[in-house]
Every structure is written in structure tokens, then in C-alpha cells.
């Protein structure tokens, strides 16, 4: 389903996404109204950075000690009368969820939101092995009817608007045409599910957040999908991210106040499900998966990154995801923190994604465990200028600006240069060979520099 | 007190109005100011593209040129921040972190070290200011509409000391103008986009000029309003301060 999305970079996906501009700008004004929530949210704690900061050192001490609280929290679980499986990578997880599913003689199963999955392309994998899965997020059933990625990690639809719903859904779930009653199209999905979650003998879910101290999980969701899924199927399976630990309960007084207020405005999920052992005669298992979360956490640069916990405010507030569409990012975590988070995955097929930003700062400043996002695009670009992943052209062009900027004489007569040309022979550089000149006028050259003039008109 | 006056390459190149205006305003204020005729760039456009190692030979030019002075002072948040993060010398570490100590962005240098009280300036404009992101989030320049924390603006609190301007509201007080030195062209449909976003919000809020701390983004805009057929001007923020 995501073989359009290899092939380029989001440069050029930008650009197509942009060939409709009301689109973008019906997509710009969508995520700002989120951004905005947000704003209203955050302002009523008024020690809300305390909050952040809080939030970032209990995730330090974390990836400070991951090995430990990992074995702790398996104990514990496996205590409470869970079953725990160790993925090294998706391959791993995916056969693990499969032999589950085949062990039981299961065919179908529900899934909540877990972006672990996505990134690990368990359901094209389940399918391929005959297996039927349904995904229960609303948002997420919709792009899996549409056969897409999500475009954002929390709202996966956020890039359709609702009468392009109301046509899957007429496609797919038998809506009369042209219906694009929101309030129609959820409960029309309502019932489907219903039927869904009443059949299915197996659930997945994401974690949001695992106890160390005690072995539970925790599942945050808008829906109560996860609750449905994993409540009526025999067998539930959970799938984390071996950051996803937090050390004891308590802590999660400052996740959950952080997670929902930044995410979407809301001071809290409307369930935050915690799950702790299996009713009787089920069964519950963690997949715990690490797929390069260990290789980022040796990556000194970037190990802050594992601290996300996939609010998606870095998106909501970017002014280039706000205008380029999640998909453009052709990964499924997508915006500022699938930036820092994919080249460690594979660096050359992610090479363009930390170059996709401004560098303007906005998404750390809304990062609710305060990674460092826009500091480490910069430095991916560094690791991965050094590691070759730019086209031989840059980097012939950025040599010769730096012989040229290097030599107070070289720059006076380039800058010269510069200016005569862009005054006499404009058509030089106000061209379609010039990306800027598209939409922008070049600045009109003054007679002399800024030099020039301090040389006649002091001392 | 002998300060060194940094002028962008681009500044120099295209912008010497607001060059002008920062050393004319710095005299008036009384400052000893002295422009180091062999300063070229900050090396910031390579760095931001990923050739941060290439950078060597604009580090040794800029401490060769501004060690010597008491304070460096720059219009420009960008370059400046850039410096203040990445300026380093291999063999003397100790030489670049002194530097880039005494190194100001030009509005705080005017609050923070000279404290001005008031200006002889008068504009009687409708004004747009734009934050420049690396001055204001990098450099703190300005309280960010992210953060839960008290409002303030160094280049506002000098605006405000400017006779009959009147500064406008704008929607959205702290967005990107998309410039970001190479994801101009790199990016070229989505920076352009975020320029006339921008550019937009001043328009749509009445703004005869644009200003800012930096002449970059302001020439991002400038360019999309002159292809617009605007009347609305940019002016570095410096030339409305240094205005009679």
C-alpha cells in the first residue's frame, strides 16, 4: 500500500499536495485549529512547563535504565499472569502475532491504534498470511477502507474531508451516495464495528504507557475501541515500543495530563484503560519490540527522541507538515518527529525527511517531554551530509561557497558580480531555472553593498 | 566600549539601507562602532544544509575579524544564533565561546547592554511585526505563543518608543515564513506557500509595512509581495528605529 510513497521525496510529494491550494489551506486551517485547542488547554495549568520538564526527566531516567525497568516490568507482568514475547525487529513481531493467531486457529482479528504496527507493516503482513484484520479507530478504518497510511499519528484522516468519506463509506459500507453527515458516517461505522468486535476472538492494541513497578499497560483512546476489541476477544495482544516504559503509577499524573492537552486539547483521553492481567480462561500477551530503538538509543544526538510519546503537537504546530500532508513524509510517522526518527531506521531512504523543515523551533517548544526536535534535524543533516546521502551537485555547490566565503576577495567580486548581473542581465537569474523566482520576485540590486558605502562614507 | 558591527553577507549585498541604519543608530547612541571591511558570511547557509565541516574557513575569518572588539553586534537573529550555537576554532575552543559570549542580535543589544529608554524616531504607520524564528525562539527575543510564559518583546519594547506607529495584530503572531536559507529552493512549493500565508496575514490586518529583526525573512516576503503587486514595503527594523 506504500509503494507510490518510496519512490520520491517530500519535496516533490510537497509540490503535488500543493498543486491544490485550497486543499492546503483547508489543511493548514484544520491542524491550526488543533494547534490552537492546544494553546487554550496548556494556558489553564499554569505550571505547565514544570510539567514538561517533569515529564522529559522521568523519560531521562528511563532511557537512563531501560534494561532494568524492562526486566522489572517483565517480571511483573509475567507475575500478573501475562504472557511476554521479546521482538527484536517487525519481522519478529509480526510472526509473533501470527503464531498467536494460529495457535488459537483465529482468522480475524480487531485492531486500536498502534502506530507500532504501522511502522512495522503488520497488516499487509497479516493479510498476505490470510488473515483478516479490521482496524477499530475510526480515523484508521477510514484510510484502511482508502488503502493509505495514516497522515498523522493521532488523527490517521485528518488529510480526507468528510465527503470524501461519506464516498468510501457509500463504496464500501453501503451509505447512500453523497451523504456526508459526519454524525451519519460515525454511526453508521458504529454498527459495523459492533458486529466486529461481538465476532472477533482476538484484539490488538498499542500500550501507551507500561508500569514497571506494577506490570500493567495502559491504552488511551477517544473511541473505547481498545476496551471493546480487547474485552470480548479470548485473546488480547498488546504491542510496545520498548521506550513506552514509565517507572511507577504515579508517574502517570503527569503523562496523562500531558498526553490528551497536547495532543488535542483535551484535558484527558476519554478512556485511559489500565490492563493488568487476563480475565479467566483468556488470554493477554505484550509483544515488547525494539525495530533500531536500541541503535537510537546509542545514537547520543538522537536518544532523545525515544522519549515521544506520539501526541502529534510537532505536527499540529509545523507550518511545513500544516502544508505538505502527512503522506508527503512518506513514512508512518510522519511530520517533525518521523523526521528525527526515521534516517535511524534506514538513513538513505529517509535522507530527505530532516531536511523537510525551517528549522523554526515550534515543534519543540510544544513537545510535552521537550525533545530537542529542531536541533536534531540539524544534526541529522549533518550525520547524514557525512554519511553521503546528498546528490554530488550539493556538494560541489556548497564547496564553492565555502572557498568563496572563506576569501574576503573572492566574496567582494562574487557579490559584485552578483549584483551587475541581477541588474543588467536579470533574465540570468529571474528565470524557471530559479526555484525562488516561481512565486517570488528577486530583491532589486542597490548601486553598491553595504561595504562599498562604508568605505566612502567613513573614515 | 568598542563594538564590531556584523553585516550579513546578504545585508551587505542587497540590504545596505538597513546596514546603514544599525551604524547610524549604534553612532547616535553614542557606541564607538567600527565595520571590519574583510567579513563575508556566517557559514550558516552551509551548516543548515548539512555541511557544518565545511564551515572551518568562515570561523577563522569571523574570529580574526570581531576578537578584538568589546561586543559584536549583528541585525540579524539568524546569524547571530548561528554563531552563538556553532562558531568553534579547533586549535582555540576557548577564543570562539569568548566571542560568541559578547556576540548581540541588534534590538538586545539595545535593550540589554546600551538599556535604551527612548528613541528620537517617528513613523506614523501601520506596522507588521515578524518574528523571525531564529531570533525569537533561538534567541529569545520574544515570548513564543507555544510556551505558558509571560509575554515580552525586546524589538516590541523598542517599536513602542517610536512616535505615532501603530503596530498591528496579526492571526498568527509567530509563524515561519517558510525562507529557511536553502529549504527556499529545496522546498520550493511549500516555503512559497508559507511566504504568502504570511505575507497575507499582514495584508489582511491592514499593514502598510512589514519589519523584523531579519532581512531574510523580510526578503522572502518582500519577494512575494513584489509579485503580488503590493504597495506594502519591508524594512528592517532598524530603519524605523534610526527614522527622524
Not at chain 1, 480515523?139 to 461519506?166: T, Y
Not at chain 1, 506494577?214 to 510496545?240: K, P, Q, R, W, Y
Amino acid at each position: 500500500m506504500s509503494e507510490i510513497q518510496n519512490t520520491t521525496n517530500h519535496a516533490d510529494l510537497a509540490e503535488v499536495f500543493n498543486n491544490d491550494e485550497a486543499r492546503v489551506d483547508w489543511h493548514d486551517e484544520t491542524l491550526w485549529w488543533i494547534r490552537s485547542k492546544r494553546d487554550v488547554a496548556v494556558n489553564k495549568i499554569s505550571n505547565w512547563e514544570v510539567l514538561r520538564e517533569t515529564a522529559s526527566q522521568i523519560k531521562h531516567n528511563v532511557l537512563s535504565n531501560l534494561n532494568n525497568y524492562l526486566q522489572q516490568f517483565e517480571g511483573n507482568a509475567i507475575a500478573n499472569g501475562i504472557i511476554v514475547h521479546w521482538a527484536a525487529d517487525a519481522t519478529e513481531h509480526n510472526q509473533i502475532v501470527l503464531s498467536i493467531l494460529r495457535k488459537h486457529s483465529i482468522g480475524q482479528m480487531v485492531k486500536s491504534k498502534s502506530m507500532l504496527t504501522e511502522e512495522c507493516h503488520l497488516n499487509d503482513f497479516l493479510e498476505e498470511n490470510g488473515i483478516n484484520v479490521i482496524d477499530s479507530d475510526l480515523g484508521e478504518r477510514i484510510v484502511q477502507l482508502a488503502k493509505e497510511m495514516p497522515s498523522h499519528i493521532v488523527l490517521p484522516c485528518i488529510h480526507k474531508k468528510k465527503e470524501e468519506i461519506g464516498e468510501l463509506f457509500h463504496q464500501h459500507l453501503g451509505t447512500p451516495a453523497g451523504n456526508a453527515d459526519p454524525q451519519f458516517l460515525t454511526e453508521t461505522a458504529r454498527q459495523h464495528l459492533r458486529d466486529t468486535f461481538l465476532t472477533r476472538r482476538a484484539a490488538l492494541t498499542g500500550v501507551n504507557f507500561a508500569i514497571a513497578e506494577t506490570g500493567e499497560f495502559v491504552v488511551c483512546t477517544n473511541e473505547g475501541n481498545a476496551d471493546m476489541g480487547a474485552h470480548l476477544a479470548d485473546v488480547h495482544i498488546a504491542s510496545m515500543g520498548i521506550e513506552k516504559i514509565i517507572p511507577e503509577r504515579k508517574h502517570l499524573g503527569v503523562f496523562l495530563r500531558l498526553l490528551t492537552r497536547s495532543a488535542t486539547g483535551q484535558p484527558i483521553t476519554t478512556y485511559s484503560s489500565h490492563f493488568k492481567r487476563p480475565n479467566k480462561g483468556k488470554e493477554m500477551h505484550i509483544i515488547i519490540v525494539d525495530n533500531g530503538r536500541s541503535i537510537q538509543l546509542g545514537r547520543e544526538d538522537f536518544r532523545n527522541s525515544l522519549k515521544c510519546i506520539r501526541c502529534g503537537a510537532c505536527m499540529n504546530t509545523c507550518p511545513v507538515y500544516r502544508r505538505s500532508g502527512g503522506h508527503s513524509y512518506h513514512n508512518a510517522i510522519s511530520g517533525p518527529i518521523g523526521s528525527i526518527l526515521a534516517p535511524n531506521l534506514d538513513m538513505e531512504k529517509y535522507a530527505d525527511l530532516p531536511f523537510a523543515s525551517t528549522l523554526c523551533g515550534s515543534c519543540t517548544n510544544v513537545c510535552p517531554v521537550k525533545i530537542d526536535i529542531h536541533q536534531q534535524l540539524y544534526k541529522w543533516r549533518q550525520v547524514i551530509v557525512k554519511n553521503g546521502y546528498v546528490p554530488a551537485a550539493k556538494t560541489a555547490s556548497m564547496k564553492i561557497m565555502d572557498w568563496t566565503l572563506s576569501s574576503p576577495t573572492a566574496y567582494h567580486t562574487a557579490g559584485k558580480a552578483g549584483r551587475l548581473v541581477l541588474e543588467y542581465a536579470p533574465f540570468m537569474v529571474n528565470n524557471k531555472l530559479n526555484p525562488w523566482y516561481k512565486h517570488r520576485d528577486m530583491p532589486e540590486p542597490p548601486k553598491e553593498s553595504f561595504g562599498e558605502w562604508y568605505k566612502k562614507n567613513r573614515k | 566600549m568598542k563594538v564590531g558591527l556584523f553585516i550579513p553577507c546578504y545585508v551587505d549585498q542587497f540590504y545596505p539601507g538597513a546596514a546603514i541604519a544599525c551604524l547610524q543608530l549604534l553612532e547616535k547612541l553614542g557606541v564607538d562602532v567600527v565595520y571590519p571591511k574583510n567579513q563575508t558570511c556566517c557559514g550558516q547557509p552551509m551548516a543548515n544544509s548539512g555541511f557544518e565541516h565545511l564551515t572551518g574557513g568562515c570561523n577563522d575569518l569571523f574570529i580574526k575579524n570581531f576578537s578584538e572588539f568589546d561586543y559584536v553586534v549583528g541585525p540579524s537573529g539568524s546569524c547571530v544564533l548561528h554563531l552563538k550555537e556553532h562558531l568553534h576554532n579547533h586549535d582555540n575552543p576557548e577564543i570562539a565561546t569568548t566571542l560568541s559570549n559578547k556576540l548581540y542580535e541588534f534590538t538586545s543589544f539595545l535593550t540589554d547592554v546600551l538599556k535604551v529608554k527612548s528613541l528620537p524616531a517617528r513613523f506614523p504607520h501601520k506596522v507588521g511585526v515578524h518574528q523571525s524564528c531564529h531570533g525569537q525562539r533561538g534567541l529569545h527575543l520574544s515570548q513564543m505563543t507555544e510556551l505558558v510564559a509571560p509575554e515580552f518583546s525586546k524589538p516590541g519594547s523598542l517599536l513602542n518608543m517610536v512616535k505615532d506607529i501603530e503596530l498591528i495584530h496579526l492571526n498568527r503572531k509567530d509563524e515561519c515564513c517558510g525562507f529557511g536559507g536553502t529549504f527556499c529552493v529545496a522546498e520550493e512549493a511549500v516555503s512559497s506557500k508559507m511566504g504568502k500565508d504570511r505575507v497575507e496575514d499582514h495584508l489582511h490586518n491592514g499593514a502598510e509595512y512589514i519589519t523584523g529583526v531579519d532581512m531574510s525573512c523580510l526578503m522572502h516576503m518582500e519577494g512575494i509581495l513584489h509579485r503580488q503587486g503590493s504597495k506594502v514595503k519591508v524594512l528592517h527594523i532598524a530603519e524605523i528605529l534610526n527614522g527622524e
